[in-house]
């Protein structure tokens, strides 16, 4: 099961049954879902293949408790069942956690409405798996939490996961079925109709185009997608970023929800790949989406507050931080002016008879996503719709995989057999493909994980086939990426203003 060593854009005499253009987590799952149903299916993603939001979520695998708590009982069923599939399905790569959820004295919800909310929660993913904590036992969990005020806590759980990683093993998977994907890809423009489309790529490496022709179109960018819809624009995109913290400095072991003391906006502190994960904010992007997205000054020092503010001993100060990330959400705009955080979280596809696009929704859903953009693009009929949404077939075949692949949410991500096996079978371009999104060396560790990369320099190297020039100027680009987008803005930094 492998993509390979990146392949070059070639021209073919035969038309594809499938484009899809985006390589996040959607276009993966449409790819996967189509390739296998058998269709010729090729899937172009214009930088590296989880370089757009879906290597910038909160990593939640989820139902989403703010979804019923907004009375939307549908979409968070959906959700739940498929992260129940997931975690059956890809354990080690999506695994479920513990969540806490102080209460506090006088302010809603208390305990009981609490309790009720999650009792439906795990009824409608089929298990038990909430309780009461006490003070006493909410403290001996969470020792720096701010005590004031908080009567107890609700233990319920969800799960998390890489989203990185999720996307390429949806893409390896899909690749079994026969599948391809290629990243630094871009689609500059579709033309034609159903059935007869003609898609103009550029190939980012080689720096030809080509001219590419399709039966169907699924526009599957994300953020992106009111360029290539062809129709009115619908995304409205929201930024949500998050702080990787030196798990010395901020210790959890449990994904606990808090309110920011500005505005009573719940914040995610969990524990994530050996960091304490924070986040996320929730703001209008109206910056280019051709600059990638970043933290800016004002989201470090609002999140920096809460961190303060919920664990007062820890002096959480900007040298604590390893790195940040910033995604861009595409949320389906109401077009009604609401605040960024109550606008609705599901997806939509749009267009007819011609491009058919998908934008929206959650990682978690990303199967039944899939099979609605194969829906509305004619590749499956109601009948195998409504068959596929309740399919108790797996997904996923196991990888004959070292350890660390499987497992990833544990693995050593320096280890080098693991490295050889991603450099060999995940079309790795740039180094900045391999520190930021098929591992997470770059976040996870400070100093942009310089350390690491010494160490993984020589086998790298020889891995990729780079002489020492080619690792000074991959090494000059991650650190550059790195620094503008990924680091940590100094209070005074105006890059938001700037961008
Ligand atoms: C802060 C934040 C937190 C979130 N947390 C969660 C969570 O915890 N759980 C959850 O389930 N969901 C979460 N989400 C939602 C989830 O991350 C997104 O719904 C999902 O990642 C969107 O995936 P996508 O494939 O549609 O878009 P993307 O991942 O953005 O993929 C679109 C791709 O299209 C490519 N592209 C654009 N234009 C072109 C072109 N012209 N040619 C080729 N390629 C192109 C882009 O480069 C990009 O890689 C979160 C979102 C945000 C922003």
């Given amino acids: 099961m492998q993509l390979g060593q ?13 484009i899809v253009i985006g390589g996040g987590i959607t276009g993966a799952g449409v790819l996967l879902e189509a390739a296998r149903r058998g269709q010729r299916a090729l899937l172009l993603e214009q930088t590296d293949f989880a370089w757009g939001t879906s290597s910038r979520s909160s990593k939640m695998v989820h139902g989403g408790l703010r979804y019923i708590a907004q009375g939307d ?34 302010q809603f919800p208390g305990r009981w409405p609490m309790k009720a909310v999650l009792w439906l929660y795990d009824f409608l993913a089929g298990i038990r798996d909430h309780r009461y904590l006490n003070r006493q036992r909410l403290f001996e969990r969470v020792p720096g ?66 001219q590419l022709a399709a039966r169907t179109v699924i526009n599957a960018t994300g953020a992106w997608a009111d360029r290539l819809s062809g129709s009115d624009k619908r995304v409205r ?14 210790p959890v072991s449990d994904c606990l929800t808090v ?5 009573g906006r719940p914040v995610f502190v969990f524990p994530w790949e050996g960091v304490t994960c924070v986040g996320t904010t929730d703001l209008d992007h109206p910056q280019d989406m051709d600059i990638e997205a970043a933290a800016s000054a004002g989201e470090v020092d609002y999140l920096l507050t809460l961190i303060n503010s919920q664990f007062p001993q820890a002096h959480i100060r900007r040298d604590d931080i390893y790195s940040t990330i910033a995604g861009v959400r595409p949320v389906i705009a109401s077009g009604k002016g609401v605040d960024p955080s109550k606008e609705r979280r599901d997806h939509a596809v749009w267009g007819d008879n011609g491009v058919v696009t ?14 609605d953009a194969l829906l509305a693009a004619g590749l499956i009929n109601d009948r195998e719709h409504r068959r596929s949404q309740k399919s108790d077939q797996p997904g996923f075949t196991p990888l004959q995989a070292p350890a660390a692949v499987e497992a990833f949410l544990h693995a050593d991500q320096a280890d080098p057999a ?40 020589p086998a790298l190297c020889q891995q990729l086939g780079w002489d020492d020039r080619r690792w000074e100027q991959e090494l000059s680009r991650y650190l550059d990426i790195h620094q503008r987008y990924y680091g940590v803005p100094a209070a005074d930094d105006n890059r938001e203003q700037a961008a």
């Fill in 418 to 457: 693991f490295i050889d096996w991603i450099v060999s079978r995940e079309s790795v371009v740039h180094l900045d493909d391999l520190m930021l999104r098929r591992t997470r060396l770059g976040l996870i560790h400070p100093r942009a994980g310089m350390d690491v990369l010494e160490r993984l320099k």
């Fill in 73 to 106: 009982v549908r979409l968070t069923r959906h959700s739940l069942l498929e992260r129940e599939r997931l975690l059956q399905e890809l354990p080690g790569l999506v695994e479920r956690a513990t969540y806490l959820f102080p209460l506090h004295k006088g």
């Fill in 237 to 250: 995109p929201l930024r949500g970023s998050h702080l990787f913290i030196n798990p010395e400095r901020l």
């Fill in 259 to 263: 309110m920011h003391p500005q505005d």
């Fill in 358 to 371: 998908v934008s929206g929704g959650k990682l978690t859903t990303f199967r039944l996503i899939a099979l």
């Fill in 145 to 210: 939490l701010r005590r004031e005020g908080i009567t107890g806590a609700m233990s319920y759980t969800d799960a998390l996961t890489d989203d990185c990683r999720l996307v390429m093993r949806t893409l390896l998977e899909a690749a079994r079925h026969g599948g391809q994907a290629i990243n630094y890809a871009r689609v500059d423009a579709v033309s034609g109709e159903h059935g007869q489309f003609s898609v103009s790529v550029r190939d980012r490496v080689s720096g030809e185009s080509r």
């Fill in 6 to 18: 990146r392949q070059v854009l070639a021209d073919s005499d035969q038309p594809w049954d499938l």
